[in-house]
């Protein structure tokens, strides 16, 4: 390059953000030889209510997830969360779990050559050998058992591979963060005796058990109880960013000694103090917004979509600005240091955000940016594979086997 152009691209070098927009081919050879798995989006919410086909094409569609955005970042499999929204919900939880366990099922039939659902270990390894993406399922928020064991044998049976214990409500058997400060609600100080042979049947099922949303209690309740390792599957660091959604550090060492694996969650307000503390006012307008639109369509005898609900809470989020890509890795590289390399992976959270994920996470395509950043901060390709989804298998695998030895051994009850 000649003097006359270096000084052209110099200054352009230097108002370069501090974070890779491009993917060296060392780090393009990592993404491309992992199996990368991704433990929480809600893209089937898009399925069910938009009619939103994941074979899409289009180029404005702000979706998180598409077959060609997977393919793009090298994702390997989804989790796709089965969350029954309890308040428009309520009466029929268990048929709105069944509508959203078909949806992603209906994704599959109509795109057998692209992906596959998986119910195994063993079966994303196959996907991965046969360049597919594997469709795994993880029901969010236990209040989806309507307090009835024999469901969640039957969403076992239908693919269900992990369940979150709590979504932002609290249930029958287990406290949740989400409303662990409402005195209206009725609370059980963590899980509950019925709680706790839920996370044994859980386990003795291989089904994971995930302590995301749980409150405080439920989560120590729980690493009490479990005889699995457990996951986190769309949770952050709560010394960075403090929400009760996150997980202290004490928590970040339990999992580890559990063997388990806590996911990083990419919304902004969960990886950015900053994001957080603006998003404070601004998610309290939202959430008016909200309701006055549930209202407004309760009164007119009409379903509340949960695509209207997502365009009001990006409206609100676009207010403020979306935080550097560097949060979220701070979150990963806190996680890998206060647990250990070995329980630290990746649960998005992607279509469950309404857009507020940092610079430069657009959508699944966008994931070898993080590995990218991470090898930026000298990280190793092995312990980079971990993150990726290594340590998620490792953990998924630990719960088949837990089963199988419990199957050996008992009955059910
Ligand atoms: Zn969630």
Redesign the pocket.
Known sequence: MNTRLLAFFLPLALTLPAYPQSISPRAREIQNAAIVVDT?ADTPQRFLDENYDIGSTDPNDHGHISLDKAKAGNLGAEFFSI?VEPETNQGHFARHTLDLIESVNEQDARHPDRMMMAFSVDDIERAHREHKLAALMGI?GGHSIENDIRLLRDYYRLGVRYM?LS?SNTNEFADSSGDINESKVEHHNGLTEGGKQIVLEMNRLGMLVDI??VADKTFWDVIQVTKAPVIAS?SSARALTNHPRNMTDDMLRAVAKNGGVVDVNFYSGFVDENYRVQSEPTGKQAGEAISAFREKQKAAGKYVPYMEIDRIEREWAAKIPRPPLSSLIDHIDHIAKVAGIDHVGLGS?FD?VSGATPQGIDSAADLPKITQALLDRGYTAGDIRKILGGNVLRVFREAEQVSREMQATASPK
């Open positions: 929480h969350w969010e979150t979504w995301s949303h769309h959270d469950g």
